[in-house]
Structures are given as C-alpha cells and as structure tokens.
C-alpha cells in the first residue's frame, strides 16, 4: 500500500510539474509578443508579436538618402501596439518600397485583423513591383505575428513613404528589428 501511494505521489508531482511547464511556457510566450489591429487598430503587447522582428526580407531595397538614417535616436509617433507611441526608437533599418495597411484573416482561427500597418510589397505573395490599389486581394508572407504567414487579406490602404525597422523598448520589453513604420510615424529626438 504504501508503494502505491509513493507511486501516485510520484505521478501527481509529474501531472503537476508538467502543467506548470506548459503554462510558464505560454506565459513566456505570451509576454513575449504583441498584436496589430486584431480587437482594434492600435494594438498591445499582450502575446502575438515577436519581440526580435528579424532581417528585413530579401529584395528589399535600403532608401538612398532617408530622412532619419540607420544608427538614428526618433521618437515614435505611432500608435500600433501599446507603450509604443511617444517611446525613444534607434533607426535599424531604412528602405524604398511600397508599404500596406491589410485587413486579413489570420491562418490560426483568431478574429479579422483590421488595418494591419504595416507589410512591404516584398512581404505579398506575387505582389509584383507596382503598387497595389486598395481593395486589392493579397496572400501575405509576412510572419510579423501568429497567423499571419499565408493568411489571405486585402490592401486597406499604402503609402510609398520610407519604411523603417526600429528597436525600441517598452515597459521593460525591447522590441527589436520593428517592423514597420513609416517616415510620418517618426519624429527627430
């Protein structure tokens, strides 16, 4: 008897140090990313966005002569995710292209995201080098958030202002290699 009770005191503390591990790993995971637009336009930090953004995508140009170059202090304008507007931003990358705001469905069940800003022509499947109207559908490769790879959307609006990758930190969480945000979402330090 007292086997069998040191049996099942063994397995609980394995049920239990097991659900524990699943959990802190959603935690982390959690805290770890943040959301466009999906409940609204602005976004927050609350488990969806990666927190290291990554390389910029092949084919992607650098912009010759950017109003804030790479290496620069900005202050960030923009409002996507929560504790970003107003915080200080180093520059990490600057390029030419055409930049979206989509409205998609994410591939992993979650609600129609809204006015996703933003993704880069580079970032659309078979997007071609013109720009996109709005309204156009698109397929989108980007990976900035869960569900977003391969999920089928529409242009909601673009711009061809420089685009930007940003590091900055927030509420103790360093977002690293941003992306996006475009030249009218930034002002100089």
Not at 33 to 48: E, L, R, V, Y
Not at 79 to 97: L, R, W
Not at 125 to 140: H, N
Request: charged share 20%; with cysteine.
């Amino acid at each position: 008897m007292r086997h069998s009770v040191t049996v099942v005191s063994s397995l609980a503390v394995l049920v239990l140090a097991s659900a524990t591990a699943c959990s802190s790993a959603n935690t982390d995971d959690s805290s770890s990313a943040s959301p466009s637009a999906s409940a609204s336009s602005s976004g927050n930090m609350d488990g969806m966005h990666d927190m290291d953004g990554g390389p910029a995508p092949a084919g992607l140009a650098s912009a010759e002569n950017p109003r804030f170059p790479v290496g620069s202090h900005v202050i960030l304008t923009a409002d996507h995710m929560s504790g970003m507007k107003d915080a200080e931003a180093e520059i990490t990358g600057a390029f030419a292209t055409n930049t979206y705001a989509v409205d998609y469905q994410p591939t992993d069940g979650g609600s129609m995201v809204k006015d996703h800003k933003w993704v880069v022509q580079q970032e659309l499947q078979d997007a071609g080098s013109e720009r996109l109207p709005d309204g156009t559908p698109v397929t989108i490769e980007a990976d900035h958030m869960k569900g977003m790879a391969g999920a089928k959307g529409n242009i909601a609006s673009s711009t061809d202002q420089t685009v930007y990758m940003v590091t900055y930190t927030s509420d103790g969480m360093t977002m690293t290699n941003h992306k996006w945000v475009v030249e009218d979402e930034l002002k100089a330090e």
